[in-house]
T-cell receptor
């Protein structure tokens, strides 16, 4: 089954404790992206990747890191989480960037930082 | 700016028709998407418009006017399962800029 998977689905952590949220897609997509979704603000892009070893900042990259060593994986790293990073996080992928390439979303990771 | 505006919430009756509007900044426009998101779930793709006019896909249609920076999603023969949030997003180069979503409540 074609899908985007994320782990963990739920995470409660404390301020400053490094964490990684994994994202994997099995559709051989070139483009991958991380979003956070907060009430009243909609989806905001954190980082995106056009292909292996190519990543770029989205609109809200502060406090996050990513890497794209393999085509299928695009982990999101929070080196020192803070309470304002409490949010619902979605990973998404598409065949390529641009044009009508629709994005396929993972199930989401609900992160709480205390 | 990058603002995309859509109503926060709408209510409609089962079997009826509802139109959800979206306005956006026209500069650098490369296309407009509509996604559906049920509560607690991931967004799923509904439609894409890059040229002016109406695109029909079953009970759902999407309209675009590039000169006015305006789009709408039209849902016909509403069903209870259509209760969800509807997200409008415009393409800006290799990114999507998202509206905050419109929560659609369907009443029997």
């Amino acid at each position: 089954e074609a899908q985007v998977t994320q782990n963990p689905r739920y995470l409660i952590t404390v301020t400053g404790k490094k964490l990684t949220v994994t994202c994997s897609q099995n559709m051989n997509h070139e483009y991958m992206s991380w979003y956070r979704q907060d009430p009243g603000l909609g989806l905001r892009q954190i980082y995106y990747s056009m292909n292996v070893e190519v990543t770029d900042k989205g609109d809200v990259p502060e406090g996050y890191k990513v890497s794209r060593k393999e085509k299928r994986n695009f982990p999101l790293i929070l080196e020192s989480p803070s309470p304002n990073q409490t949010s619902l996080y979605f990973c998404a992928s598409s065949y390529q960037a641009g044009a009508k390439n629709e994005q396929y979303f993972g199930p989401g990771t609900r992160l709480t930082v205390t | 700016g990058q603002n995309i505006d859509q109503p926060t919430e709408m209510t409609a009756t089962e079997g009826a028709i509802v139109q959800i509007n979206c306005t956006y900044q026209t500069s650098g426009f490369n296309g407009l998407f509509w996604y559906q998101q049920h509560a607690g779930e991931a967004p799923t793709f509904l439609s894409y418009n890059v040229l002016d006019g109406l695109e029909e896909k079953g009970r759902f249609s999407s309209f675009l006017s590039r000169s006015k920076g305006y789009s709408y999603l039209l849902l016909k023969e509403l069903q209870m399962k259509d209760s969800a949030s509807y997200l409008c997003a415009r393409r800006r180069n290799y990114q999507l800029i998202w509206g905050a979503g419109t929560k659609l409540i369907i009443k029997p």
